[in-house]
């Protein structure tokens, strides 16, 4: 003789307080994204899952969400061409629509993903890692998606540069150099100044699915910031680095200014509503502390602003 099992989790709790997110996280699944005729792209992908929960329930379907998970994952790999941000806003959809309690569904997934490319100089192929950030969130008025990498590059900073090329310029002036000869000198040979490993994050978020391609995000990100830095470097593409760099010093504040730029001028096509998240974050390399910038907007006032309306 069978017997019911208890349904512990729809009870009511102690205390009668709601909760914003209950779920799961650290789920690893595979990912297979088509691309046609080429071979399909696999991500090692890892799933935060949540579901808000009423103030009268002691708890969620935890396995529930496991299968919805399982579900929309074996879909996508029969699928003949899938973006990381539809997984996530299928699988939102259908845990909202699975969790009769529930108003809220959110998916959040990140994941490395490689770029083929060839190196600066010595012009040899290999490949560059990012990390992609998707998420969406789905509510009875309809879906929201995000998706964005982040990336790393290189970042000189200009202070330190700057005093570095006070240096320069006294001591060649005590060399007797003249004074045109040093502006054409300092002009053509960027002085030293310290570096940081930069880390530059950008993604885009509209109702449905953000009408953008996951590579221009990355490109973008990976220009912002004083340089890109490569996995192979021969010492020809280490100069290349470092001149580059050197030439076109930022600040953690440039930085994310340069991503507004290029979203503007690069993404023309965004609807005023899509928000914009910018954000970098620098590993310093001769202090203890990091640096960081961020910024996050809708494209018509980040256009406005750029425009000179928004000041």
Known sequence: MSHQLPDVQASRPDVTVGLSQVGVTGVQKLVKLSRGSLRPIVLMAEFEVFVDLPAGRKG?????????????LEDITREEAYRVEDVCGDAAERLLSKHDYTSTAEVRMTADYMVR??????????????EIIASAIATDEGTRSEIGAEVTG???????????ESRAREQLEDLGVDEETIDQFLDR?????????????????DEGSPD?????????????MSARIYNLA?????????????????????????????????????????????????????????AHAEREVTMGQLRDELDGNGI
């Open 60 to 72: 969620i379907d935890m396995s529930r969400n496991m299968e919805v998970i399982d579900e929309i």
């Open 117 to 130: 490319e060839r190196t600066p100089e010595s012009d040899r192929p290999t490949q560059n890692t990012a």
């Open 154 to 164: 290189i970042t000189v900073c200009p202070c330190s540069q700057g005093m570095s």
């Open 189 to 205: 040979v960027p002085q030293p100044g310290h570096s940081q490993r930069g880390h530059a994050t950008l993604t885009v978020s």
């Open 212 to 224: 953008v391609d996951l590579v221009e995000l990355i490109d973008i990100a990976r220009d912002a």
């Open 234 to 290: 021969k010492r020809p593409d280490e100069d290349h680095m470092t001149y580059h760099a050197h030439a076109n010093a930022k600040f953690v504040e440039d930085c994310v200014r340069s991503l507004a730029e290029d979203v503007v001028d690069r993404l023309d096509h965004l609807p005023d509503e899509a928000v914009i998240r910018m954000k970098q974050s620098n590993d310093e390399s001769i202090h203890q502390h990091n």
